[in-house]
């Protein structure tokens, strides 16, 4: 009796899981996160333009390039998992700039579940129970 019991109330607390499941929208410091050892290791050597940041006029640009990265929140704060999704978010925007000949990622926003935000000093950050997630729009551009 004891077993059916036990295995009962497990069942209910793991259906009842997806109720307290989380989905914060959280934004931190782009300037902060892009001074550290992190960063300088991770990126590489393309210019970074967020939000309406001036830039020099593109000799060509491609726009409308989206990516979408998560990390594993296991053992991290929402910062450290946040930070880590954001850097590979703009690695990948950088690889892409230059894959297809391009010199800089510029206008670039955050873009989770669809839903803009432009900031030239806070991107955007979902974080979960398990995951978090930063999605970023922008355009590739072969600047003078």
Known sequence: MKKILVACVT???FLASPAIARDDRLKFSIPDLLK??????????????????????????QSGITTNKKTSGFAKSDQEACEW????????????????GMNAVVNITSNYKHQSFASRT?????AGNIMAGVALKADIAKLP
């Open 122 to 126: 806070e991107f955007e950050c979902g």
């Open 36 to 61: 550290t050892d992190k960063a300088k290791n991770a990126l590489y050597d393309v210019p970074l333009y967020f939000a309406d940041q001036s830039h020099p006029k593109p000799l060509s640009k």
């Open 85 to 100: 999704a954001f850097l590979s978010a703009i690695k990948a925007l950088q690889e892409r700039a230059q894959r297809d």
């Open 11 to 13: 069942s209910c607390i």
